[in-house]
Each structure stands twice: as C-alpha cells, then as structure tokens.
C-alpha cells in the first residue's frame, strides 16, 4: 500500500543535540511539507518542497533544515538552535504543488521531546 | 495571507446525532479551497473533505458534509449520525490562490458519548 513513512515515532534528545527525523513516501508525488503541532494548537509550516533539490521555508523555518536529494525522501534535521523543539512533527506529500484540491496526505508523525 | 478560525476547542455529542463543526476563514484570494482533516489520537492527519471557492454545490463525502456560506466566509463541516470513532481532533484548513501550503486551524476536539 501507498503511504508516507516517518520515523522514529518516539525521539528524545539532550539539549544541544541535533537529531533527524525520517519521511519516506511511495506515492510517486512531487511536493512533501513538513508541519510542526503543538499542544492544543494547529499545524505551522516548517518547509516544503515541490521537486528534488529544491526548497523553499515555511513559517517557522529558524533552527531546522531539511533536503530533498531523492523525490521519495525529505529528511528533517532539528538543530541545536532550535529553541523550543518539543513538538509533534508531521510530515506530508501531495502529488504537485499548488492550488486547487491538491491534497496533502500525511505520515503518522514522530514526537520529540527535549529532555 | 490566509487565516482560520476555530471557535470551538471542544464539543461533546450523543452517539447518532448530527454535530456541526465551525470553521470560519480570511482571505482577500478570489480563488481558494477550503479541507476538512481527522486527527484521531494515533496521530495522523486523515483528509474528509473539500470545496473550492467557485463550487456551487456543498461537498458531501458519505456521512460528511461542508456547509459552504461564502458571503460570510464559513465553511462548517457536519457529521451525520455521529460514531464512537468520530472522536477526534478536527481541523479546518484552506489554500490560498497560487499558494503551496495549506494554512490550519486550532482545532476541534470531538467526543462522541455512547
């Protein structure tokens, strides 16, 4: 079946670390975001990108990077400037980029907690 | 820019009943689309519905429907004959014309009671 893959589900980080957080998808789409939640709130745009090799920031860029080397990959890398990184992060794909009923279909999320 | 509004943090409905999820929206675009998303407690945000600025019909998929006022920019998600696994967190959202990301809302959490 068709999906988008995140891993790992569960992280926990010291300060000061910088960690990586996996999205895989199979569904052949050119475009892949990734969101951040936190409690009690929506989802904020982090990146996103509409095909390999190239991204563009979203809202809350500061203290993440990502890249997008291969079409059905788009790593996120928490760095240790990221002041406030204990979150829900979800990550998503959509066919292309765009307007219209372009509809994102997400991953399963990966939590991270700074200890 | 694009913003959203969820008025209802959380809402509590007997089982089978019908429940109306508020959603109102801003933008100066002439051209947009507005979706439903489910997150149940797994996590994973799951698509329900969509309707465009231009559609002239209210989007129905099975036991969901938007009620789409443009004038008063409201998209209202209801759910008929509500079910144990209706409770979830509910998430409206819109795209903006030419725009790439899908702007979110707050959220509603819906608990469904036997």
């Known amino acids: 079946d068709g999906g988008i893959t995140q891993s790992p589900k569960y992280l926990f980080r010291k300060e000061g670390q910088n960690v990586t957080l996996s999205c895989e998808q199979n569904l052949n789409h050119d475009a892949m975001y990734w969101y951040r939640q936190d409690p009690g709130q929506g989802l904020r745009l982090i990146y996103y990108?509409?095909?390999?090799?190239?991204?563009q920031k979203g809202d809350i860029a500061e203290g993440y990077s990502v890249s997008r080397e291969k079409k059905e990959s788009f790593p996120l890398t928490v760095t240790s400037a990221q002041k406030n990184p204990t979150a829900f992060y979800l990550c998503?794909?959509?066919?292309?980029?765009?307007?219209?009923?372009?509809?994102?279909?997400f991953g399963a999320g990966s939590r991270l907690t700074v200890l | 820019a694009q913003k959203i509004t969820q008025t209802q943090p959380g809402m509590f409905v007997q089982e089978k009943e019908a429940v109306t999820l508020d959603c109102t929206y801003d933008t100066s675009d002439q051209s947009y689309g507005l979706f439903w998303y489910k997150q149940p407690s797994s996590g994973e945000m799951i698509f329900l519905i969509y309707q465009g600025s231009y559609d002239e019909q209210n989007a129905t998929e099975g036991r969901y429907s938007l009620n789409f006022q443009k004038a008063r920019k409201s998209a209202n998600l209801v759910i008929s004959a509500s079910q144990l696994g209706d409770s979830a967190m509910y998430f409206c959202?819109?795209?903006?014309?030419?725009?790439?990301?899908?702007?979110f809302g707050q959220g509603t959490r819906l608990t469904i009671n036997p």
């Open positions: 990108s509409q095909i390999v090799n190239d991204f």
């Open positions: 959202a819109m795209r903006g014309q030419g725009a790439q990301k899908l702007v």
């Open positions: 998503a794909s959509s066919l292309f980029a765009g307007a219209g009923a372009n509809v994102l279909t």
